[in-house]
């Protein structure tokens, strides 16, 4: 059974910094394109950051091209998210997820998603 477990998130002030981790179990991270993806009350689900399995393709929302990095470590099967500048608007719940087939934009293509971490972001 595949299991996605994020942590990192909280309450920061604007201008600050946050790492997410999404650490997988079950099966091994390499069979996996990652995504961070986002969603606030009120509107839908998107991609903040995606990542191939080998690491080799990445994308990126234009909201936070710039201030964020996706990142993963097959070996201690953890996907990370590094948000800089955080604003009030990426104030979210963040969820890591998991796709087999290959790495993509759309939440649809994703099989396995975590419980999601708040991140809220003070102006």
């Known amino acids: 059974q595949v299991q996605l477990v994020e942590s990192g998130g909280g309450l920061v002030q604007t201008g600050n910094s946050l790492r997410l981790s999404c650490t997988v179990s079950?099966?091994?991270?390499?069979?996996?394109?990652m995504g961070w993806f986002r969603q606030a009350p009120g509107k839908e689900r998107e991609l903040v950051a995606g990542?191939?399995?080998?690491?080799?393709?990445?994308t990126y929302a234009d909201s936070v091209k710039g201030r964020s990095t996706i990142s993963r470590d097959n070996a201690k099967n953890t996907v990370y998210l590094q948000l800089n500048s955080l604003r009030p608007e990426d104030t979210a719940v963040y969820y890591c997820?998991?796709?087999?087939?290959?790495?993509?934009?759309?939440?649809?293509?994703?099989?396995?998603w975590g419980q999601g971490t708040q991140v809220t972001v003070s102006s």
């Open positions: 997820a998991a796709a087999v087939q290959t790495l993509s934009r759309s939440y649809k293509d994703y099989e396995y």
């Open positions: 079950g099966r091994t991270l390499s069979s996996f394109a």
């Open positions: 990542i191939s399995w080998g690491g080799s393709r990445i």
